[in-house]
């Protein structure tokens, strides 16, 4: 036995000391979120050469001990792409139907007492009392105030969804500080880690934070991310692409700002832009989302991926009303129903106005609108100029009905006999005819026709969400069978190291022995 040998000896007791600390760590993060599991991966530390083999050239060696050639972090690349795929569609679905509900509250049957559906229902039965005895001062009075309440109804419901459409938008300002600020963090992480590796060390407990990022920001956007080598040490940076444009390059981050939609509403949609203020609406700077309106969202669709992509799909680019065109709101939520309501309020305005104007009141003079556009408004409706529409929020009820003897001024009568009725019949009948206008519904069933349909439209979204909730804990499932720590399987590699350091030991200890022999043991005779 060689001095060699207690070298060897020495190196598997670092060897084991350096695993047993490897394990140690694994332990003590086992509860942490995101944290990868590591494996001290043992080989040769080298060898001295002894010659050359008598046949051939071969040489021949003496091996000098094992060492920890690399602390290796146990991930599958597969799996971390297969979870982050469906991290981003599981954002997308979780703002659609966390909108759909907020807007199923304002506009469903969860108002009060006295819910909209009601509300549009009185109108007709009131029309309908008047229509019984259309001279009388009681049934006129309590159909205008029928209208009234029609009005205010359908105003604060308006209200509420645009409200809530400032809210989704206040929603996607905040999601792009915080992609920005995931994306800043990526970048210094890049760089410490590729300062720390250089030497050939693993920065793992970085790596955990950089990937626990990554995986933060698959569910605001739909990223592709690149590893890339830097130099020969074996550290890499990780390299972010969103639809074809770089959003970090090493440390090098394009950031996002925003811009208005247009110069109608406040709304902003996300560009790539390094500008801190919110840019006009004719700023050329390229868009995240350029086609929102009209791309392909079905349910298959690879476009229906992050939250940030869900808020703006909700929040829509304009405050729908029923002259919008179909193209310009056919894939937001929010102004789709807007329209949807401001096309049944303006078909009930044109009847009710269409039926009063055409008789005279109770006092002989021609009938007067029930429905006025505010002032400043013109009275000449072009469709396509907004100002001179009947929407819900450029109308309010006439105000010569609601002074004291306003109700005289309902001209319900076509002949001018008090008792005439014939124009109230007719436009009680329209009430209840299907209408093109509103999808083939009547006034009668066209909001509950919204409710109905917004309703199977959330559930749809709650089925895809829960879908994508069990692909992620699918993938998340997957990814921890390879990167999580299994205490089990800890404690015993930590019996199977403590074993190898006890062996070392051993050998350290008999050589130890013979040494002191040898040195201490041996001499001339006699002394």
Known sequence: ??????????????????????????????????YTRQQAIQGDFSYMNRGSSPVGSLKMQVGLGTNVSEIRQLRNKFYDKAFREENSYGGYYSKKYSAGEEINTIIGELQGDYKPQDVISDVWNAMNEVSKNPGAIETRST?????????????D???????????LNNQVKKEVDDINNIVSQIADLNKQIEEIEADGSRANDLRDARNNLLDDLSGYIDIEIKETAVGNSGATRMDIIFQGNELLVGNVQQKIGLKYCNGEFPFVEPVFSDSKEILPPNDTSIKLFPNLATEDLGTNSSSTKGSLKGLLVSRGEVVGDYDIRNNNVGNFTVPNVQRKIDTLMREIVVLLNDTSEAGVGLDGTQGVPIF??????????????????FTLNNIEINPELLETDG?????????GDKEDNTLLIEALSIWK???QSLEGASIDGYYKKIITDFGVKIQEDREKLESKIGTIDLAQNKRTTISGVSLDEELSNMLKFQHAYNSAAKIVNVIDGMMDKVINGTGRVGI
């Open 407 to 415: 109700y005289n001024k309902l001209g319900f009568s076509l002949t």
């Open 433 to 435: 005819d299907a209408n």
């Open 372 to 389: 006025v556009r505010k002032s400043g408004v013109t009275g000449v409706e072009r469709p396509g100029s907004y100002d001179t529409l």
């Open 143 to 155: 159909f205008i105030q029928s209208c009234v309440t029609l009005l205010d109804k359908m105003q």
């Open 1 to 34: 036995m060689s001095m060699s040998s207690i070298g060897t000896a020495l190196s598997g007791l670092r060897t084991a000391q350096a695993a047993l600390s490897v394990t140690g760590h694994n332990v003590s993060n086992s509860s942490v979120l995101g």
């Open 157 to 167: 419901i308006n209200k509420s969804l645009f409200e809530y459409q400032l809210n």
